[in-house]
C-alpha cells in the first residue's frame, strides 16, 4: 500500500472581485484546477437539459462567498466589478425566464405560469427603463428647481427694480450728468443691474462686454458718461490690439473731454469698426508735439502695427473729436 | 414755440413724476399725473394732451404696463402720441412699448433738458432714438450683417440710407449732426426716423417679434 498522494493544495472556492458576470466559472476553475473555458462550456451545456446549468450557476452564485480584497483593511473595500452589469443579466434571466414560461403556459395553460410570464416580462422591462426613468426623474427635479430659484431672482429683480432703480435714476438726474453724485449713483445702478442680470448677458470675454466695464471704471474716475453701443456679431477678443487701442481713446476722451462719450462698436462679417466721439474742446492731430506719443502711437501707431487703421478727427459739425478704428475680418489673426 | 406742449406723465413713483415735473423747461407744460394703468387711461382720455411720457412698467391693468396703456388708451385720444420712458437701458425691454405704438423711447436717466426736447420732437410728430435704440435696430434687422431692402415699401430690412442714419445715430449723433454729416436736410433725417420706427412696428421679422413676446423684466 502506498501513501496516498497528498491531496494536491486547492485554491479555496471564492469568486473574484472581478467578474464578467457573477465570477462563479472562474472560482470554480480555480478551485478544481480546470480552465475557464470548459468550465464556461459545461455549463452552456447543462444549461440545455432542462436549465440545470442555469440552476447551478444561480445556486453557486449565491452561496460562494466573494473573495477578500488585496487591500489594506482600513480603506474601504472597492466595489465588486462586472464587466456585463448586473441589470442586463437580470434582464437577460427575465427574459430566458419569459420564454420557458411561455412554452410552459402553451402546454399545460395554468393560470400561475401565465402571471408568471408576465412578471417575468414586466420585471425585465423595468430593468431595461429602469435607470432611465431614474434619470429623467432626476432632470424634472433639477430642472424645476432652477425654475423656483430664477423667478425668486425675478421676482426681487423686480422689487428692486421697482424701488431701487429709479431711486438712483431720480438722483442722476437730479444731480446733473456728471457731477460725483450723479457718478456714484450711475456707479451703484451699473453694479445693482449687474448683479440682479448676471447670466442673462452673454460670455464677458468679447470685445463689447469688454469696453463697457472699462467704461463703468472710468466713469467712476472722471466727470464723464458713457454710453457703449454694440452691434452686431463681435468676434473681437479683449485682449486685442483693438480693444488697447479702444481704450486709450476712451480713457483721453474720458480726461481730456469728459461729459457725455458715446462708444459704438459694429461687428459685421467682414470688418469690426470702434467709433468713440465726445463733445469736448476737440483735437488736432496736426498741432500735437512730436513728444506727445499719446494718440499717434498708442492709437493710430498701434492700429495700423496690427494690419488696421486708426483715424482721429473733429466730430460732426466740427464738436468735439472722433476716433475711428478699423479691422479687415480676414487680417485679424494678430501675431 | 409759442404755446406749451401738454403733457401727461405717467409714472409709478410720485418722487420720479414730481422731479421730472421741476426739471422739464417751459416748453413743456405736464397737464395731468398717472400712477398705474387704469388711471393713465382715465387721465389720457380725460386730458387729451399732446404728448403722454409712459413708463414702460407700470402696475395696474391687465399687467401689460406701458404698452396696455398706449393700446387702451390711443382710441380715446386719437391725436395723442407716447414717449417711452424707462429705467432700463436695454432696448430690447422697449420693443413692446414702440410696437404697441411709441414714438420712441429715452431713459430716465436723460435730465430734463433732454426730456423737454424729446417731448418737443415727438409733439412734432417725429420719432425719437436713443444711440442704443439704434443700435438695437441695427442689430434686429441684421443691417450689420449687410442685408438691405431692396425696395421702400420692405419692412423687414433697412434701406441703405436708414442703416446709414442709424449708425450715425448709434454713434452718438444729433439729428442736426448726422443731416451735416449726410449733406441732408433735418426734415430727410426725420423722415428717415420715421420710417424705420415704422419698420419697427409693423415689421413681422421673427427677431422682434420674439423680444417683443418674451419681453424681459428689464
Not at chain 2, 25 to 30: A, H, K, P, S
Not at chain 2, 60 to 65: L, S
Not at chain 2, 150 to 155: A, H, I, P, W, Y
Given at each position: 500500500m502506498s501513501s496516498i498522494p497528498a491531496a494536491p493544495h486547492r485554491v479555496p472556492l471564492l469568486r473574484p472581485r472581478e467578474c464578467v458576470v457573477g465570477g462563479v466559472s472562474v472560482g470554480l476553475a480555480r478551485h478544481l484546477g480546470w480552465r475557464v473555458s470548459t468550465v464556461r462550456w459545461l455549463f452552456a451545456a447543462t444549461s440545455l437539459l432542462a436549465g440545470a446549468g442555469i440552476l447551478f450557476y444561480a445556486w453557486l452564485w449565491s452561496t460562494v462567498p466573494v473573495e477578500e480584497p488585496v487591500?489594506?483593511?482600513?480603506a474601504p473595500a472597492p466595489p465588486i466589478r462586472h464587466r456585463i452589469p448586473l441589470r442586463w443579466v437580470g434582464v437577460t434571466a427575465c427574459l430566458v425566464a419569459a420564454v420557458v414560461l411561455l412554452f410552459v403556459w402553451e402546454d399545460t395553460g395554468g393560470v400561475a405560469s401565465g402571471l408568471m410570464f408576465t412578471l417575468a416580462v414586466l420585471l425585465a422591462a423595468v430593468g431595461v427603463l429602469g435607470p432611465w426613468a431614474i434619470r429623467l426623474w432626476h432632470e424634472l427635479m433639477a430642472e424645476r428647481t432652477k425654475r423656483v430659484r430664477e423667478e425668486e431672482r425675478a421676482e426681487m429683480a423686480a422689487h428692486l427694480h421697482d424701488s431701487v432703480l429709479q431711486t438712483l435714476a431720480l438722483i442722476q438726474n437730479r444731480a446733473g450728468a456728471s457731477s460725483e453724485v450723479a457718478r456714484i449713483a450711475r456707479a451703484q445702478e451699473r453694479e445693482l443691474r449687474e448683479w440682479l442680470y448676471a447670466g442673462v448677458g452673454t460670455a464677458d470675454s468679447d470685445l463689447a462686454s469688454d469696453l463697457k466695464d472699462y467704461a463703468a471704471a472710468l466713469e467712476l474716475d472722471y466727470a464723464v458718461r458713457f454710453d457703449v453701443v454694440a452691434v452686431g456679431q463681435?468676434?473681437?477678443?479683449?485682449?486685442g490690439e483693438l480693444a488697447a487701442a479702444a481704450r486709450e481713446a476712451m480713457l483721453n476722451a474720458a480726461r481730456h473731454a469728459g461729459g457725455d462719450v458715446s462708444v459704438y462698436i459694429e461687428g459685421s462679417t467682414s470688418a469690426v469698426d470702434v467709433f468713440i466721439r465726445d463733445r469736448g474742446p476737440g483735437f488736432d492731430a496736426a498741432q500735437?508735439?512730436?513728444?506727445?506719443?499719446?494718440v499717434r502711437e498708442s492709437i493710430i501707431g498701434r492700429m495700423r502695427r496690427a494690419g488696421g487703421s486708426g483715424t482721429v478727427g473733429r466730430g460732426a459739425g466740427g464738436a468735439g473729436t472722433e476716433v475711428h478704428l478699423h479691422f479687415d475680418g480676414g487680417r485679424r489673426d494678430e501675431q | 414755440m409759442s404755446e406749451a406742449i401738454t403733457v401727461v406723465v405717467v409714472d409709478d413713483h410720485s418722487i420720479f413724476r414730481s422731479g421730472l415735473r421741476a426739471d422739464l423747461?417751459?416748453?413743456?407744460?405736464?397737464v395731468g399725473e398717472a400712477g398705474d394703468v387704469d388711471s393713465a387711461v382715465t387721465a389720457v382720455a380725460e386730458h387729451r394732451p399732446q404728448v403722454v411720457l409712459l413708463d414702460v412698467h407700470l402696475p395696474?391693468?391687465?399687467?401689460?404696463?406701458g404698452a396696455e396703456v398706449i393700446s387702451r388708451a390711443s382710441p380715446r385720444a386719437p391725436g395723442t402720441r407716447f414717449l417711452a420712458l424707462s429705467v432700463s437701458d436695454s432696448a430690447e425691454d422697449v420693443v413692446g412699448v414702440i410696437r404697441a405704438g411709441a414714438r420712441g423711447y429715452i431713459t430716465k436717466g436723460s435730465s430734463g433738458a433732454e426730456v423737454s426736447r424729446a417731448v418737443a420732437t415727438v409733439a412734432g410728430g417725429d420719432a425719437v432714438f436713443s444711440p442704443r435704440l439704434a443700435g438695437f435696430v441695427l442689430d434686429a434687422f441684421g443691417a450689420a450683417a449687410g442685408e438691405q431692402a431692396?425696395?421702400?415699401?420692405?419692412?423687414d430690412r433697412l434701406s441703405a440710407r436708414e442703416r446709414e442714419v442709424m449708425r450715425l445715430i448709434a454713434r452718438g449723433y444729433s439729428y442736426k449732426e448726422v443731416a451735416a454729416e449726410l449733406f441732408i436736410s433735418i426734415k430727410t433725417v426725420e423722415t428717415h426716423v420715421s420710417a424705420v420706427l415704422r419698420k419697427l412696428q409693423l415689421s413681422s421679422r421673427h427677431e422682434l417679434t420674439a423680444w417683443a413676446l418674451e419681453r424681459r423684466l428689464l
Open positions: 487591500t489594506d483593511a482600513r463681435s468676434t473681437e477678443r479683449s485682449s500735437v508735439p512730436e513728444h506727445r506719443l499719446g | 423747461d417751459e416748453r413743456v407744460l405736464v395696474g391693468g391687465q399687467g401689460g404696463g431692396q425696395t421702400d415699401e420692405e419692412l
